[in-house]
Each structure stands twice: as structure tokens, then as C-alpha cells.
């Protein structure tokens, strides 16, 4: 019937014709299941502490052909301390600079054709770079008329570096960190002992007895401290002349480390950073150091510990006792 004879209006849409030769086949049909599948990288900059750390994280980008629509999944690491797995969830992603309500600009939404190999993709501030893809997809893309692009490489993460030190990387390689109980379970009770003198002979008014009055020094190898107490006392209490009570009476100097030089009125810590101490290589039978200003002179070993330690470690052979005038 005609629809100007009957005085209808005229129809708002043109006639459907349909296709002789193909018949209509919706999208979600067309292109089910069908998934451009990318390979990709994001670059995260932490700091804490004073420290500065570059990490990238790859990632897997999907994007499915039948609503256009894109999801971004992280492969899960054991053990990372972060979030991890699935990055944008699967919808319509708009693009940076576009408003969901923009209605006049059809391109507000990524779409296949924008994405390809060394290329970035903004997704909610993120920036994402495509480093590579599927056989199916590059074969799709190509018969579409894009021209992908060569794979890249992802980058290694860089190794926290403090922000001041970014510029010394490339000069020197970062030092081993020791342990901090390492020495502790190294030398625990290993101690070195010998036998020395106090050297009071140039000295005025001092009785014959006192002018080289012997000494054991002990070199505790844990903590590198130093401990000096009268022999004479330490040999009558092994005897039982003197009980346990009394064995501070014989310490002259308590266990400590030993400056070789005088040690100054220091006003701030930082001026123990220019103090030296002794260390096993100044104990060597025959030389002489200075405990606060006293002369003290090394004349026999204690133990096979401690001539076993310089034997391994100096190459010292010979520990004769010395002989002193």
C-alpha cells in the first residue's frame, strides 16, 4: 500500500535492501573469540629511603575484536611484595585527553588500528609499550594494510641507586655488602695472646721491680678490642694465692679498642673517624706500642692459637721469645 495515498508521512529510515550475494553477519559473531594478543613493558620509579629504583614490569595486552574492548594482565612473580596480575580490567578504554560524554568524537576509544609493535598506549596515566605480538595478529594487522613493526627488547630493571650516586654507576661497580654477623661467627672466642713488658727503664724514680713489669695482652678477634692485665697476679691466682673476687685488681686496661695515637677531646662523633687503631699486624714480637702514652714491647706468644693465626695469615715463622737488657 502506498503510504502517500493512505496520507502517512514519509518513513524515517530508508528500505532495507538486502545483499544478493552475502548475507548479514553481526560483529559479535563475526569476530568471536578472535583476540589481538601484544607483548609489553611498563617502567615504575620508586624511591624510599633515599634511594631511587627503576623497575619494569612486562605486561600481556589483549584486545578483543567482537566489542573492542581491552584488558592488561601482569604475569604474577612469587614472593614480589607488590600487587600483581590483573592490571585493566576488560572493557572500553578511553583515551588520554577524551571524556566518556564526548558523543561528537567517534575515535575517543583505542581501537585496533591504532595499536602496533613499538608503539605506546596510554591507560589511565600508565603509559604501556608494545614490544611485540602473535603470529595470528601480525598476519591480521597486515591484512588489514598496517605495516607492524619490528620487535623490541625489554629493558632490565636497574639496581637501586642512591639519588646522588646515579652518575658514579658506570665508573665503579658496587661494592659487596659483608654481613654484619659474618665476623662475629667467623672469630667468635678466638683470641690472641702474648706475653709483653711495660717499658719503664728511661723513666726516673722508678724501682728496679717496676722498670719491666711483665704484662699479658689479649687481642680479642670478634670486635678487634684489646685487654692488658699484670701477669704476675694472673699466675699466683691460677695458684690459688689470691681468690676469683680479686681478678679486676689485675686488669690494667680494660678490654676496648686501642688508638695508636693519644685520642683527642673529641666535640662530635665525627671526630672518631679520624682515629686508628691497632690491629693483629702491629703485634709482632719485638715491636713496641703505646697504650695511653705507655710503652708496652712484645716479647713472647701466648698460645699455638695465636702462632697458628700469624703462620696462616702473616707467614711468620719464628717466635722466638725476645731477650731485653
Known sequence: MDRELAGLSPPIYPP???HSGRPFVPKSVLYDRLTLRF???YVEDSVAWGYSRRTVHPVKLSYYLEDDTISVHEPVTPNSGRPQG???CRHKVLK???EKDDDENPQKFWHWKDLNVASDVDIFGRRFRLTNCNQWTREFLMSAGIEVNAPEDVPESNPPLKKNDAASRSRSAPQPRSHPLKKFLEHDGQILRFGCVWDRREEEGVSV???MKPYVLRYFLVDDTIQITDAEFESNQKRGLYST???QEAVLLRRQRLPKEPRPVMTSPADA????????????LGNAISVHGRRFVFVETGDEFT???YRNNFDIVDFTPVELD
Open 16 to 18: 532495507y535492501k538486502a
Open 39 to 41: 607483548d609489553g613493558f
Open 86 to 88: 590483573k592490571l585493566v
Open 96 to 98: 588520554s585527553g577524551h
Open 209 to 211: 721491680d717496676e722498670r
Open 245 to 247: 673476687n680479686r681478678a
Open 273 to 284: 673517624a679520624d682515629l686508628t687503631f691497632y690491629d693483629p699486624k702491629d703485634l709482632i
Open 307 to 309: 702462632r697458628s693465626f
